[in-house]
């Protein structure tokens, strides 16, 4: 059985920091690309940054520079640490884990950016 399990998440002010952690289990982790999505109230799901397993990543234009995607192998771990947080940020976040045409994903976690 595939396990997304998100944590990190909370109430944070503007500019500050949070950190995301997504353990998975019941995949081969290092064969996955993962990814951070979210989604806002009214909103679509919108991708937030992927790694792939080689440790190429990718960033949402409105993301770049202040947030940053790892991943532990050891750990079955991806992170998403998340840098001058602005209100607009205010989403569920979903961690994803992808390989060829499986698609797996997280119950989410709640950010809200908000003073």
């Known amino acids: 059985q595939v396990q997304l399990v998100e944590s990190g998440g909370g109430l944070v002010q503007p500019g500050g920091s949070l950190r995301l952690s997504c353990v998975a289990s019941?995949?081969?982790?290092?064969?996955?690309?993962m990814g951070w999505y979210r989604q806002a109230p009214g909103k679509e799901r919108e991708l937030v940054a992927g790694i792939t397993s080689g440790g190429s990543t990718n960033y949402a234009e409105s993301v770049k520079g202040r947030f940053t995607i790892s991943r532990d192998n050891a750990k079955n771990t991806v992170y998403l640490q998340m840098n001058s947080l602005k209100p607009e940020n205010t989403a569920v976040y979903y961690c994803?884990?992808?390989?060829?045409?499986?698609?797996?994903w997280g119950q989410g976690t709640q950010v809200t950016v908000s003073s």
């Open positions: 019941g995949i081969i982790f290092r064969l996955y690309a």
């Open positions: 994803s884990a992808h390989l060829l045409s499986q698609h797996y």
